[in-house]
């Protein structure tokens, strides 16, 4: 895999999660702060921990 394909999903999975907690009206200010900085720095990463925690979490309570 090229290192400009994985930039490249490392920054949609940035934007993925941040999108996603802003939208959020559940989670205070300090949590989505918590949530975009991970995202900002370890965007895969937190995107799969995002999904796993959050975003399942989410899609259930509707």
């Known amino acids: 895999m090229s290192i400009g394909l994985v930039a490249i999903i ?22 989505r702060l918590i949530w975009i900085l991970a995202a900002v720095v370890a965007g895969i990463i937190t995107a ?7 975003h399942s979490k989410q899609n259930t309570n509707h």
């Open 10 to 31: 490392q920054i949609a999975a940035a934007v993925w999660v941040i999108t996603n907690i802003v939208k959020r009206q559940d989670k205070t200010s300090e949590q």
């Open 48 to 54: 799969i921990v995002y999904y796993v925690l959050e």
